[in-house]
């Protein structure tokens, strides 16, 4: 759970972050907004990449601020980019290894908890294939298997989604949705495709210039007649 106190993250005179107040219980939380609503500049502050003016945030009970960023790793903080980070030459199953190897030990065997993460994101197959060689949907499944290992507790996913196909989209979707079950983690996942966020998220932050616009049950923020002016552009329409 993410609770967030009076949150001021301020570059220069710019307020990207604007006094937000949220808690974030979900299993898996959506995070939307118009461009430059304050986003990413959340998940940066989560992941320690910018510092806060003012406010808290604590995680699970923990204050998170006060962490480094190699603290909150090692707190299990676990975060994928919009570009995904694979590493071109180094095989499937490596580029998840580099990851476990930089996260305290689980007490379960290395080889194991790759192979557990792999054939939970379908990658079991293409495990001794070269990064470069692997798919756009096998490349998104990688990030989000390197962000599974070690005992995460929080994943920050930004745009998981994109480029996807349908039927791929559908095959993260599922992984999604069972994340908890399967590790025990929560997340915080930013796309700006309502449908994803409508069928993986219970609930919803939606922020607009760095505030929050609306916070609640995905349901009911994406038909929130505020939020479909801000964001979606369709006042009028309650179809998602
Ligand atoms: N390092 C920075 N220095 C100065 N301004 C920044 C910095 N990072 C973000 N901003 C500004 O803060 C505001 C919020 O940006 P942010 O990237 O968090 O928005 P966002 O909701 O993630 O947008 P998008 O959907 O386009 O990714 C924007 O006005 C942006 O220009």
């Known amino acids: 759970m993410i609770v967030i106190d009076k949150l001021c993250v301020q570059f220069g005179g710019l307020k990207a972050i604007d006094g937000l107040t949220a808690t974030l219980e979900a299993p898996v939380c959506g995070l939307i907004g118009p461009n430059g609503a304050g986003k990413t500049t959340l998940v940066n502050l989560l992941s320690g990449l910018v510092g ?39 095989s ?58 070690g005992r995460p507790r929080l994943l920050l996913l930004d745009e998981p989604g994109a480029g996807l196909t349908e039927h791929e989209s559908g095959r993260l979707r599922e992984a999604l949705r069972g994340i908890q079950a399967f590790r ?21 932050l939606v922020m607009d210039f760095g505030r929050r616009l609306a916070l609640g049950s995905t349901r009911e923020v994406l038909q929130d007649p505020e939020v479909r002016r801000a964001y979606l552009g369709t006042e009028g329409d309650t179809t998602c």
């Open 52 to 90: 806060a003016r003012a406010g808290q945030v604590a995680v699970d009970g923990l204050p998170w601020l006060p962490l480094s960023p190699r603290q909150r790793v090692v707190q299990g903080l676990r975060r994928s980019f919009q570009t995904e980070q694979v590493v071109e030459d180094l």
């Open 92 to 149: 499937v199953w490596a580029n998840v290894q580099a990851v476990l190897d930089q996260v305290p030990p689980t007490g379960v065997e290395a080889v194991d908890e790759v192979a557990d993460v792999l054939g939970y994101c379908g990658l079991a197959d293409v495990a001794t294939e070269p990064g470069q060689a692997i798919n756009l949907f096998q490349r998104r499944m990688l990030e989000l298997a390197k962000a599974l290992v």
């Open 184 to 204: 025990g983690a929560q997340v915080l996942l930013i796309d700006h495709d309502v449908d994803l966020i409508a069928d993986t998220c219970s609930q919803t």
